[in-house]
């Protein structure tokens, strides 16, 4: 298949490409850059052995993007673009709503004109709010105790794809929920490279491991967890972009959603002792106050994935900390011109 990437220059989207073309896909690659490199793709192409095309433009502009669908002809689509910082998205709601939601818009409009009619979305876990049980399933509660402009436009997003494929029988949308990626591919050229102060844990506990930050703040030792701090269902972004290329294998038509997940919970400290192991060093951390918006515990159960999409996860949390801290100490300013 030939499929359309957006946001194919960042950090899932650069590991989707690599499982791609290992499956045998072609991709067409739109990115605005506005948080990656366009680097991360030349290394990409050194990965895949192919040139992959690319072109510099916003999802949201509809003009730009429907030349690509003129000069290219898709079988599906792969939506990455977003914007995705949390915090930033409570300072800056309508940047975060304009941009996620007039992207998806578009890209869906071009799709149908075009007769494009498969596509799969980024969704998040952060769709379930404040999760009502544990595991969670595509069956659990959503939209339920979404604390910021970001997982609403998520939320907001599914209920658009669902729409879209009630008005339009043929249209196919998966919604990938995934929960905390992290890892990097066993390169070691590509990972993840966030600007500034990392908002997520495991980039964070990296820089701290190669000295670019001094300790690991831990929000909060008094969760009803296993030792206290948050639990998360860590997912390496190798087995997660592989979840792109079995979603893309069992289109079928109307939306449906998956989780993306391994189904076991990591805490904070158990995070940075795997870290600790996989780059030799002592890490050091202090217990600071909870993070606003955080739940205690969210995990989520891959069966409907490892049935109906014939996924699962084979990586290990600890083999993530190994592979994010080879990208991390062999690229220190990650791709160093963004
Ligand atoms: P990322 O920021 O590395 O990649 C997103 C890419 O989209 C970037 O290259 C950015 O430049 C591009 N982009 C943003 N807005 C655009 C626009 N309007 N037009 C064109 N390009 C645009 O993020 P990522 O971690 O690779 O996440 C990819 C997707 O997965 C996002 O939609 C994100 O919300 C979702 N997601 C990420 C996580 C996570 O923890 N990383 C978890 C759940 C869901
Ligand atoms: C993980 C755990 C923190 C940083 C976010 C988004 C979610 C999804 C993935 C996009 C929590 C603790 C963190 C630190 C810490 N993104 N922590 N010190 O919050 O589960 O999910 O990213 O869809 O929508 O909300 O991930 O990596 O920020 O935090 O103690 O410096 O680490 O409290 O328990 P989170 P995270």
């Known amino acids: ?37 366009q680097e991360s793709l030349r290394r990409v192409e050194t990965i895949v052995g192919a ?3 690319f072109v510099q433009l916003d999802v949201a ?52 004109e075009n007769s494009v009619n498969n596509l799969v979305f980024s969704s998040s876990a952060t769709v379930y709010g404040d999760p009502a ?18 997982g609403q436009t998520k939320f907001m997003i599914e209920q658009i794809l669902r729409d879209v494929c009630v008005a339009n029988p043929q249209f196919s949308a998966t919604l990938l929920r995934y929960f905390n990626p992290v890892g990097a591919h066993p390169s070691g050229t590509i990972g993840e490279d966030p600007g500034g102060l990392p908002n997520n844990l495991l980039p964070y506990v990296t820089q701290v491991a190669i000295g670019k930050l001094d300790s690991v703040k831990v929000f909060g030792n008094d969760y ?13 972004v190798v087995d997660l972009a592989r979840g792109h290329i079995a979603a893309l294998g069992h289109m079928q038509p109307g939306a449906q959603a998956y989780n993306l997940a391994t189904g076991t919970g990591t805490s904070v400290l158990e995070l940075i002792a795997a870290v600790e192991q996989a780059a030799s060093k002592n890490i050091p951390y202090e217990v600071v106050a909870r993070r606003p918006g955080d739940v205690a515990a969210c995990y989520a159960s891959p069966a409907l994935a490892n049935t109906e999409l014939s996924w699962r996860a084979d990586l290990t949390i600890q083999q993530a900390c ?11 300013h990650g791709y160093e011109n963004h």
Not at 23 to 34: C, E, I, M, P, R
Not at 224 to 236: A, E, F, K, L
């Open 61 to 112: 502009d509809r003009t730009a993007l429907a030349a690509v669908f003129a000069e290219h002809k898709f079988d599906a689509a792969i939506h990455f673009a977003g914007l995705k910082a949390v915090g930033e998205s409570v300072a800056k709601p309508l940047a975060y709503y304009r941009n996620n939601i007039d992207s998806t818009l578009a890209l869906v409009e071009l799709m149908l």
């Open 322 to 332: 190994v592979d994010s801290w080879r990208w991390q100490s062999q690229n220190p």
């Open 224 to 236: 009803d967890t296993v030792d206290g701090t948050g639990v998360r269902d860590y997912i390496h």
């Open 1 to 37: 298949m030939n499929i359309l990437v957006t946001g194919g220059a960042g950090y899932i989207g650069s590991h989707t490409l690599v499982e791609l073309y290992a499956a045998g896909h072609t991709a067409v690659v739109v990115d605005n850059l506005s948080n990656s490199s």
């Open 133 to 150: 049980e544990l595991p969670l399933t595509e069956q659990s509660r959503v939209g339920v105790g979404i604390t910021n402009p970001y």
């Open 51 to 53: 040139n992959i095309p």
